[in-house]
Every structure is written in C-alpha cells, then in structure tokens.
C-alpha cells in the first residue's frame, strides 16, 4: 500500500486555479521531491494531504485512510512552509507538546533522540524565541518526526538553514529513508533534491508536468570528443555510442584525447518544463 | 480529553510565562487599593450628608458602588477574555502557530473548546476574586451587604465565559485587530442597551425597555449582567430601592427569568457556529 495516494486531487480559491488535477504517489520508504514555480500548487497538496484545506475534488489518502481524517493525521509528521513555535516554550516543551497530542508513549528517551538528531541537543532548555531561524527550523523537523510517523510531509524544510544545516538535514533524510519512512519533499533546492530523492514531481499551474527519478529525468544531451583537430559534439549521441564514435575517429586517422558523455542536468530539466517561470 | 486538558493547560503556561498573571495581580491590587479608598472617604463622609425622608444612605451608597465595581470587573474580565481568544484561530493561522497544532491527531472543535476553557480558568477566578475583594471591601468598610452573593457574581462570571466564547467566534472569521474592535464595540453597545433599558424603565417608556430586552437577548452578557446589578438590590424597597433602580448601576431594568436559559442556549449556538466555521476554514 503507498504511503501517500493522490488521485485528481483540484483545489480552487475563488477564479484562481491552485490544484487542476494532480496524480501523485510516494510508496513506502520512498523519497519523493516535489518541485515548482511559487505558486505552482506544492504548499496547496502537502497542506490538503495534512488536512488543513479542504480539496475542491479529487481524494488523497494515507496508508489507505482519507486526508484530514484523525487516523490519517496519525500517520503523518508534517513541517509547514511557515510555521511558528511559542516563543516562551522551550524545545523540549515543544516537542513534549506534540508528543501528548500525537498520543506519543516516546517520552523524554524519544524527546533527547530526536534533538540530538537534529543536532540540538545542547539546546534541550532553551527557549524558542532565543534561538536562530535555523535551530528553529531543525525544531520543526524533530516535531515532525514525533511519534515515528511512516509519512513526512516537510515544505521547505531548509530554507532558513545554512550550507552545514542542510547538508545535516540531508543526512537526516538519508536516515530516515533507511528506516523506512516515506517522506514527500517541498524545496526549491533543486541540488538538494536531486541528492537525495528517489523520484521528483514538477508541478507548474496545479498540474503535473513531469515525474521521474533524477537519472530518468537527466536526459542525454550528446557526446563530446576531443581530438588533435578540436572537440566534436556528437547531439543525440548516448554512452552506448562512444565506442563506436571513438572507432570511427580512430580509422579515419584521428588522435582521441578525451570522450565525454552530456547529460542535462535536474535544473535543465526543471527549467525546461517549468518555461522560465521565477520559482 | 486529554488533548483538551493538554492545550488548555498550554494556553495557561502562556498566560503564566508571558506575565499575564503578574500584570493582572499588580493593577487588580491597584484597583481594589484605589476602591477601597473611594468607599472608605464616601462612608467617611456619610454623616455629612441629609439623605431624603425614606432613603437609607448606607444602602444607597454601598449599592451604587457595589455595581460600579460589578461594572469594572465585568469590564476587566471582558479585557482579559478578549486579549487571551482574540487570535486563537486566525490570528495564530496567519503566525504559523495553528497548523503544527491542527495537524496532530486531535478535532478542530476539541482545539477550540480547550482554548475557551484555558482563557475561562483564567477569566472566571479573577472575575470571582475581584467581585468578593469588592464585597468584602464594601461590606467592611460601610456595612452593607448585597441581597444576593453568589447568583450575582456566577452571572459576572457566566457573561464574561461568554464574552470569551464570542471572541473565540469571531476569531474563525475575523483577524485578530478586527475581532478585538468587533468584539468590543458589541461590548459597549450592549452596556449602552442596558442603560437605555434602565432610563426607560425610570421614565416608564415601554419602547425603550422593549428595545433593551430586545439587546439584552442578542447579547446575553448584557442580560446577565443587568440580572445581577437587579439580584444585588432585589430584596431593596421603598423610596432607596426606586432611586436605585433609576441609577446606572440600580439593576431596574432585567431582561427576565429567561435570560439566563437563553444565555446556555446562546453560547451553545456560538460553539456550534464556532465549531462550523472552523471545520470549513482553510489554514
């Protein structure tokens, strides 16, 4: 059974179209990456999937269990886009917090593993108003892992982290995945995302424009060959064709230096189906 | 249950952490200070005044006061309801501080009841500690004692846990500054409805009191309020129990009987409407 289904699911605020029809599907243990243009309708389906909007139609379930429903909300961990703690709570008060409302039986053992996870463990006590956007957003990650969740929903989890945060966070999702959580990412990272999902989502104006893992959606771009009269570019040409291209040069009296295989990259990808949209 | 006594014991972690409680103690000393000083010059200076025949001066005065610190506590109590729910769907929604809570296995309505529950601990033992602190002060001070204790203070309390419940109301829909302007001009204009109903009631203008019956029934706070200035005074007759009632704080005018069902009938129409519109909201 996946761990996130989305069938058709449509989402309209007034005249603005915010979802048109999404298919999309995270299985167990998988790590989906879900990228965008503002306003492409990412934060909409994480936020319908966490019952916090209402779809217009289509349906979303979580391990088999309606979005929004309470069951499903127990399976699920969620980071919001923009999201505030109570400054006068300590770290471990927020997450002893979530713990009694996600019917945590964790307690303090689950609270000290999910802060050193996050790497605040010195922080424990400290309250969230005297700490960094950055701590304070590896805080909503270990509040989202409350409970053990088998599906995390995380909207721009690194967006106020520096270059060490994220690559922590990276690491954290990488550990996660070995567990077994599945696990739909909101970034505008594109080299985060590439790092570390199984398979990305593009969505542009509440429509899916492509799906894949990050080697099916780098495509060949060609072949390039150095030889003593210059480099070639061979467009259309795979890995499979540099033998044959590098044979060919040879017989025909050419010095080969060097043969590389081009592949487009998950950015030419992304802007490719996104058209230059600003993300 | 649990999950509400979970928020609403958060909910009163913030007032204590945020010096709510603090704040409150020190300037509800300082009104009760300052009042106990007025009553303690206005029975000082009792003998030097020639009540009419047929008024009993320390009933009239210890009446009159009395209400006017029924009205500051109602008063104060509406404050402290207002600023504890004003936010508490859209005002946190728009801070991101609803949507890690909503998410988490628990109702939309459980959330809600738990937060009016969290600001009615606070509200309703400071409404009672204000109300007995001035009975008391009154009570010692110029010996006169209210007809009826409890009913009129559970009604202070009863109308300022509905204020509460009607600010939660208008959180659903209204951001926080627009509820709390909302929430207190209904505020005032239920107090202005029941002095109209008061003054009709002196100047027997059957129109005016209709009006403020009227009032008193959509805002039932106002009812409850005016109920218990009446039950203060209600055993009070003869020329000082008239001239009472043609004061502001005389209780002359009630809503009637009803107004007490009505006022149970009328938060459980807030909660469901509450409860409605939150379950529709997008956050």
């Not at chain 1, 050193?116 to 304070?136: F, H, I, P, T, Y």
């Not at chain 1, 909503?140 to 995390?152: N, R, T, W, Y």
Request: charged residues 20%; neutral net charge; glycine residues 14%.
């Amino acid at each position: 059974m996946a761990a996130l289904a989305v069938r058709g699911l449509a989402k309209r605020y007034g005249a603005v179209e915010a979802l048109a029809g999404v298919d999309i599907e995270v299985r167990e243990g998988e790590l989906v990456g879900l990228l965008g243009p503002n306003g492409a309708g990412k934060s909409t389906l994480v936020k319908i999937v966490c019952g916090l909007v209402r779809p217009s139609a289509g349906t979303a379930e979580i391990c088999g269990l309606r979005a929004g429903s309470r069951e499903a909300r127990r399976s699920l961990g969620y980071l919001a886009e923009l999201f505030r703690f109570p400054g006068w709570a300590s770290g471990d008060e927020v997450l002893e917090l979530h713990q009694r409302l996600a019917g945590s039986q964790g307690g303090a053992a689950e609270r000290t593993e999910l802060l050193e996870l996050v790497g605040l463990a010195d922080a424990r006590d400290r309250r969230v108003e005297e700490m960094s956007k950055g701590m304070q957003q590896r805080l909503g990650i270990a509040q989202a892992l409350v409970g053990s969740p088998p599906l995390l929903l995380l909207d721009e989890p690194t967006s106020a982290l520096d270059p060490v945060g994220r690559r922590t966070v990276r690491g954290l999702l990488e550990e996660l995945r070995g567990r077994g959580i599945s696990v739909l990412l909101n970034s505008h990272l594109l080299s985060e995302i590439e790092l570390v999902c199984d398979r990305v989502a593009i969505l542009l104006h509440g429509k899916l424009v492509t799906e894949g893992s990050p080697a099916e959606l780098a495509k060949p771009r060609g072949v390039e060959i150095e030889t003593d009269e210059g480099t070639r570019l061979f467009e259309g040409a795979g890995r499979e064709d540099v033998p044959r291209l590098v044979e060919e040069l040879v017989a025909a009296g050419r010095k080969i230096y060097e043969a590389r295989v081009l592949t487009s990259t998950l950015e030419d990808t992304y802007l490719e189906a996104v058209g230059g949209e600003s993300s | 249950m649990s999950s509400v006594l979970t928020i609403a014991g958060y909910g009163l972690r913030e007032a204590l952490r945020r010096k709510v409680f603090g704040v409150v103690l020190i300037l509800t000393v300082g009104f009760l200070t300052l009042f106990w000083l007025g009553v303690h010059f206005l029975y000082s200076n009792l003998g030097n005044v020639g009540p009419p025949v047929g008024v009993d001066a320390r009933t009239f005065v210890g009446a009159t006061v009395f209400g006017l610190a029924m009205f500051g506590t109602l008063f104060l109590g509406t404050v402290l309801a207002v600023f504890l729910t004003l936010g508490v769907v859209r005002g946190d929604a728009e801070r991101g501080l609803l949507q890690p809570l909503v998410v988490r296995p628990i109702g939309r309505s459980t959330l809600l009841l738990a937060r009016w529950l969290g600001a009615v601990a606070v509200c309703v033992p400071y409404v009672g500690i204000v109300y007995v602190g001035s009975m008391l002060i009154v009570g010692l001070t110029g010996h006169w004692w209210p007809d009826h204790v409890v009913t009129p203070g559970v009604e202070l309390a009863a109308a300022v846990a509905l204020v509460a419940a009607m600010s939660l109301l208008g959180s659903v829909f209204l951001s926080s500054t627009a509820n709390g302007i909302a929430v207190f001009m209904v505020f005032g204009a239920g107090l202005v409805a029941g002095l109209l109903g008061t003054i009709g009631h002196g100047l027997n203008s059957h129109g005016l009191e209709r009006a403020a019956k009227v009032a008193a029934y959509l805002i039932p706070f106002e009812g409850l309020y005016q109920d218990a200035l009446r039950e203060i005074v209600s055993r009070t007759t003869g020329l000082t129990g008239f001239l009472l009632e043609l004061g502001p704080f005389g209780g002359g005018y009630t809503g009637g009987p009803w107004v007490r069902v009505w006022a149970a009938a009328y938060f459980a129409l807030l909660a469901a409407v509450a409860a409605y519109g939150f379950s529709r909201r997008d956050l």
